[in-house]
């Protein structure tokens, strides 16, 4: 099941796909039990990262994406991982009813004229740690502090979500 993690198409876009994932993520963390706490913890601490940079993407996001020419959700082709998936499942968020786009020709379902549908916190890592031109030259106006705040949560949401999966393979392999 889990040979096809990286490829060029959205991963299961077909919802018999999407929903046979899903339930088979949930039946291996329950089946562990208490031998996912590890990467249980590990998921929280991703959790409590991305949430302490939440604030500044949504500052970002409130002065420049509502008069965007150029909507990035529109053309992105991007969509939920497996690291997102897991993230998902080990924090116990409610799970996406479909993947973003079911094959490279669609727009993301997710969007909407006043932006993503989806709660922050549920979004694939690649929609969040997305900052586009316009929205770097507006980072760069802010103190060097905030600057590196975002850089160090960023670096360290990558460390911990490779991490949270290592230790998830690990556990059921
Ligand atoms: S992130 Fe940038 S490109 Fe995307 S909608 Fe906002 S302003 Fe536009
Ligand atoms: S999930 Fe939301 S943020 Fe990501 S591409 Fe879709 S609409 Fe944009």
Redesign the pocket.
Known sequence: MWKDFYTDQPLWGATATWKTVNRNLEYLIRHHGSKMDRAVALARDVQVRLESIFFLLDDLCAVTCPWCPDQC?LV?K?WIDFKDLLFLHLNGHQIPPAQ?LSDLKET?R??SPRG?I?PRIV??WV?TWYVCPTQKSNLRQKPKSVQDQLIRAVQAIKTGRKEMETEFIRTVS
């Open positions: 959700c992105a991007v973003l993301c997710y969007w993503c989806l979004r694939p929609c």
